[in-house]
């Protein structure tokens, strides 16, 4: 679709290095931790890669040290973070603002611990509140909403804070959090209309639900051909249009997909038939103090060369989720821990969650 990603990409500061498991983990450690894939000494483990609002995020923080080690504090955090990027007038230079929506703290250890050389898995599980701004990324650099899960270990000591200053001991997980629909949601049809010219009378209409909750949207298309020549066909676009309010306010707008139908329609005949509009992952209609996402159908109908198409445009629809969760990889299913003398399972009843939403 060209416009659209399915998930954020990661930042470089958070893009693990390309070393085999082999080369990071030692030799000797257990089964369980030998099929993650580490970065340095910390992996993050999930139970899905895509959440819908209300969800449980339950996973794992993996970390393993081959001597003891002091730490005064392990913590692991969910934000999400509204991104709106702007152009200098000189078209050279973009300045990026950042709000963060959601902070979600989990204290794995809260005071200063030494944890003896091993192998150390820290259980999670993080709510979602119902009604929450999903992921969404514009590829042409106008902004995104990114959800991500952050690891960080902290030391007092002069490796420590040299770690902390150059992310060191730190790493990030990107997940898809999706816009839940509301229990109480009112559907209604809506249609969309244009008055025949007097030249070459074309009825042409087509209806939609206002509101889309899963991953199409079908379109009633209804054309009764009263003109003296037949109909070459029509195309459907569902069309975005974006309001970028952080720093000052620039509108933009894209053709997210689009369906052709090439059937003629012959002089005097009338033509219904549903079309469906796959939407891509990642699309969804909210407003938010950075940025307000917006959504319509345009029908535009052919009547061949020399004769100008009909349209009708701007027919409003909300999409409240994305439509294709992201499909969940083998080897981020949260899995028995395999025990053995040197792995250390932490309760998460001793974790802390403190919750700061803006």
Request: proline content about 7%.
């Amino acid at each position: 679709m060209g416009f659209f990603s399915p998930s954020p990409a990661p930042s470089k500061d958070d893009v693990p290095d390309e070393k085999p498991v082999k080369d990071v983990l030692p030799q000797d450690a257990p089964d369980s931790f030998r099929n993650l894939d580490f970065y340095r000494n910390l992996h993050i483990q999930t139970d899905s890669d895509c959440y819908w609002g209300g969800d449980k995020i339950v996973g794992r923080v993996y970390y393993f040290n081959t001597n003891p080690t002091e730490l005064t504090g392990f913590v692991l955090e969910l934000n999400c973070v509204c991104t709106t990027i702007e152009t200098s007038s000189d078209g050279k230079t973009k300045l990026s603002h950042d709000s963060n929506y959601v902070n979600r703290k989990i204290t794995l250890i809260k005071e200063k611990t030494t944890l003896s050389a091993g192998y150390h898995v820290f259980p999670f599980s993080i709510p979602l509140e119902p009604f929450v701004v999903g992921t969404f990324k514009i590829v042409a650099s106008m902004g995104q909403v990114r959800w991500k899960l952050e690891a960080r270990i902290e030391k007092d000591d002069v490796v420590g804070y040299l770690a902390g200053l150059f992310g060191l001991s730190k790493l990030s997980k990107d997940i898809q959090v999706i816009t839940s629909p509301s229990p109480l949601l009112h559907l209604e049809k809506s249609m969309a209309y244009k008055p025949p010219a007097k030249a070459d009378p074309v009825y042409v209409s087509f209806e939609i639900l206002n509101t889309v909750c899963s991953n199409k949207i079908d379109v009633t298309v209804n054309i009764n051909n009263q003109w003296s020549n037949s109909i070459n066909g029509f195309t459907l676009s569902l069309k975005g249009k974006y309001l970028i309010k952080n720093p000052r306010r620039v509108r933009t707008e894209t053709v997210i997909c689009t369906r052709s139908m090439n059937e003629k329609i012959p002089s005097g005949s009338k033509y219904t038939k549903v079309i469906t509009l796959d939407i891509p992952p990642t699309v969804a209609t909210f407003q938010s103090a950075s940025f307000d996402a917006e959504h319509f159908i345009r029908l535009k109908v052919h009547k061949g060369i020399f004769h100008p198409d009909i349209e009708l445009r701007n027919l409003p629809v909300t999409i409240l989720a994305s439509p294709k969760p992201l499909e969940t990889s083998n080897s981020d299913q949260v899995a028995d821990v395999v025990m053995d003398s040197r792995t250390n399972v932490y309760s998460p009843a001793a974790s802390k969650l403190e919750i700061d939403m803006d």
